[in-house]
């Protein structure tokens, strides 16, 4: 058999410290929460910080942050959009003008009282009593304040509008229980905000980033997810309408990966932002924001991994191939690496990331465990047995299939299977994210498939608040949303059992 | 003439209050700080936010600051460096741990002492009493201390050597006396942090890291730079070495552009950071940081622009072509606009960025003016007589210079005239530089050579902090550096006639 080589040499060194492997597995089906936090840790894409609340990036982690970025940013300016940078501080003033925005996220807010520390008479670095800032300042949780505030000296005309402006910064809203990517106090985002001279031209844009967002997240997370609107409980503070998109963790649970906002006038009145209309009337602007942040890295993680470690989708994976070479002697791996270097050299001529894992402190077998723990979507092994048959081993991380292929032309090849890689994982997703849609039509059947089977509940609601409230309080389900494509179908609510219109969208969520 | 036609329709309209263009030019010569705020303003890079010391960043400079990342960002993967993300605040206890850097940064630091508001009674919005930090946060002014406390979980044996990390950020030093891009509480920046086994592997990674910077400012920015390295005074608070570039403006004033420190054992001691070597000896970490910011942005500006406006490199400018339509009909339009298109897919297919500026609201002489005003760095004017002569105008901003060009083959030409603007610029900013570098041997000489002439002054000085701050008291002027390719020359210190082994550069400096 071809493939014993190899297995063979599998031996992990758990006691190696040095390597990230040094760790004991959780499964999914054990522990789904500790499966999460493991793999986050082990495969070096974040950690805790000693800061309450915060994380640190790190480079593996961050650099699918940055293939993100790459592809939102080109989206954002192929629909005409431009970045800019706004402060990070944000006047307590600015901050209460909007008033549901500053009390949707008062309880959550950073402030900075002063401006200066100074060295007291220990040589100790106390904070300077004497530079007590007149106004409180808060880190921004959210923009639209300090935006809108500056849009104010930005538009007189209709001729000013639209301003289709999008910023990549750090936001803070403090975060009492915290999950790395999930949920933490400070987080990176893109959050766009515009200015438009009317109702429809925003909704229109409202519902085009919206689109942005749903095509990003299952053409390059391989996520599928649904395009819905927000109940008014789960609008963002200020918004007169909130679009989501919403995806399907393995555990069942859904998670908000994007959130699109129709603003309508009222940051414009709050901020007295008014335009000469081409009629020559005054009117207050229209405003939408729109946003996704490193959030996106847990769904990633969340959607696709598996017991072995992470499953990334080759769009987004910083390596996408890695070629682990086969040796027993010096001689052999010159051998190896010669090919091995020359098969790099053709992928990347196809713009595919390659690492040639040359290490000589470790087995292959260590090598492979280390590639799939990371979420390499395809593996080549190549030894001096492959060279003489003109072969080299492939391995798909997606299905863990492994082929022999001929060097030959082996460029197309890997170029197809990423390809398809990419396809499988969204496919296996969106079979997973389809079986878990449940329909029920009583309080009975609601209660089983929340407990029983995970996933989206579609269920008849009777539109109040205080129903959703009551389902939440008592199921911990929340109203992920109202799908846009939604049929209206006459019905009876699950809890009270009035009259409803349509069906939404329930599920337990991160 | 050919160029009539266009010079007659010269109009600017400068009631509209809509575009840039409605402003009062300042000369350089008369009032160059005004000058200089005044172009910020007018050719839209940035403004002051109504948050103090803060500015926001207007889309076409921002446009300029993501050239700069994407070029600095490659040069620094090139070199090895993965990006990461720490976190914005910083507990005061790591901060203060080494003390230099604490007592240095001390001053400008803004603490946030609360993490949340509330409503009070009288639905206002106020800081809650009970939501008060047990210990201070400080918005990172640099990131050495947060940085080097997550080191200590990461490093444990030279295997885990060298650690090659950048950030991109925004970081915080509280300012009394701002100036856009120069200096702001709040900048955009870059920060390097590395860890390495050996003093020399880190006195090597400063000084390439201060290399790729040089090479970035002469050959992007178009600045002629002096590498040099910091006497003590102007040393980074906590570090060993500073190495540092420093640029000529226009005013005569110099400007310091990028710095690459090397830190020493300082950080890896204060944060108990040690490794264990290859002959398993127990040892402190030693550290670099290097970092850039937009203050660039200033830099460029200064060095370059002219009283009609911006001047920028073509390698920099968000727009490097616009091509002006000139026409008195709507079929002259439709005619010129499909030879412009063609033209401007010729030059996109070159990798060029072109505009083409068709708003029918102004004229084209307002649209030249404009464009000059935002640096364009070329202009192309076609009308429905250069059709029917198979030409176009070219105007290039650097020199002034018309001409005219056959079409066939504008592509390449286009090209050519981008290389050498860029060379252009360059040399006149190099020229500038190099006869504004004053040799003077006496205090007269010096005092003089400040006053009337600016520039750097080449000078002798005894080496002492005392007398450079003497200096400093007496004339304004500091030590910008002593330049790297030194040569030793025995003197007499110009303030105290002491013994001397080499001149030193000194300048007024922003």
Redesign the interface.
């Known amino acids: 058999m071809h493939n014993t080589q190899y297995l063979d040499t599998f031996a992990i060194n758990l006691k190696n ?2 390597w990230t492997m040094a760790y004991e597995k959780v499964k999914r089906s054990d522990n789904y929460s500790e499966w999460y936090n493991n793999l986050v840790k082990h495969a070096d894409m974040a ?1 805790h ?3 309450k609340g ?6 593996y982690g ?2 699918i ?2 293939k993100m970025q790459a592809e939102l940013d080109k989206k954002f300016k192929q629909t005409g959009h ?11 003033s ?3 003008k909007e ?1 549901k925005n ?2 949707g996220f ?14 007291d008479d220990d ?3 106390i ?1 300077d009593p004497e530079a007590k800032l007149e106004e ?4 921004r949780p959210t923009s639209e304040a ?1 935006i809108w ?2 849009y104010k ?1 930005w538009i ?2 209709y ?2 509008l639209p301003i289709l ?1 999008n910023q990549w ?2 936001v ?1 809203r ?1 975060e009492m229980r915290t999950r790395l990517f999930l949920r933490t106090s ?1 987080f ?1 985002w893109q959050e766009g905000h515009t200015a438009h001279a009317s109702s429809e031209e925003a909704i229109a844009e409202t519902k085009q980033m919206l689109d942005v967002y749903a095509d990003f997240a299952e053409q390059f997370l391989a996520v599928p997810v649904i395009k819905g609107v927000k109940t008014e409980n789960e609008r963002f503070a200020g918004a007169v309408e909130t679009y989501c998109i919403e995806g399907l963790m393995q555990d069942g649970k859904a998670l908000q990966m994007g959130t699109s906002h129709f603003l309508g006038q009222n940051f414009a009145k709050a901020f007295d932002v008014k335009f000469q209309s081409k009629e020559g009337k005054l009117e207050h602007v229209w405003a939408t924001s729109w946003g996704v942040s490193t959030r996106l890295i847990g769904a990633l993680i969340m959607a696709h991994s598996d017991d072995e470690g992470l499953v990334l989708p080759p769009s987004l994976a910083p390596i996408q191939v890695v070629i682990v070479p086969i040796y027993r002697s010096e001689e052999e791996l010159e051998k190896v690496s010669q090919e091995a270097l020359k098969i790099k050299q053709q992928l990347e001529a196809l713009n595919i990331a390659v690492k040639f894992d040359n290490r000589d ?1 470790h087995k292959p077998g260590y090598k492979f465990a280390e590639w799939e723990l990371k979420g390499v979507p395809l593996r080549i092994a190549i030894g001096p047995r492959d060279i003489e048959n003109g072969t080299v081993e492939l391995a798909r991380r997606d299905t863990k299939e492994k082929m022999v292929k001929q060097i030959a032309g082996i460029d197309t090849q890997v170029q197809a299977l990423l390809k398809d890689i990419q396809t499988n994982i969204f496919e296996k997703a969106k079979q997973y994210r389809d079986s878990h849609i449940h329909t029920v039509n009583t309080w009975d059947e609601f209660v089983e498939a929340l407990d029983q089977k995970g996933g989206f509940v579609s269920a008849h609601w009777d539109g109040t608040s205080a129903t959703e409230e009551k389902i939440k309080e008592m199921t911990k389900a929340t109203i992920r949303c109202i799908p846009l494509n939604n049929t209206q179908e006459a019905g009876k609510c699950i809890l009270t059992g009035s009259d409803s219109t349509q069906r939404v969208l329930f599920a337990k969520a991160y």
């Open positions: 410290k040095h950690e910080a000693d800061v915060c994380m640190v990036i790190k480079p961050y650099a942050w940055e431009v970045n800019a940078y706004f402060p990070l501080l944000i006047p307590k600015f901050f209460e008033e500053a009390e008062a309880k959550e807010c950073a402030v900075v009282t002063h401006y200066r520390l100074k060295v040589r100790k670095i904070v409180e300042l808060i880190i300090i505030n500056t000296g007189q005309s001729r000013d402006i910064a750090n803070m403090w400070e990176l402190t």
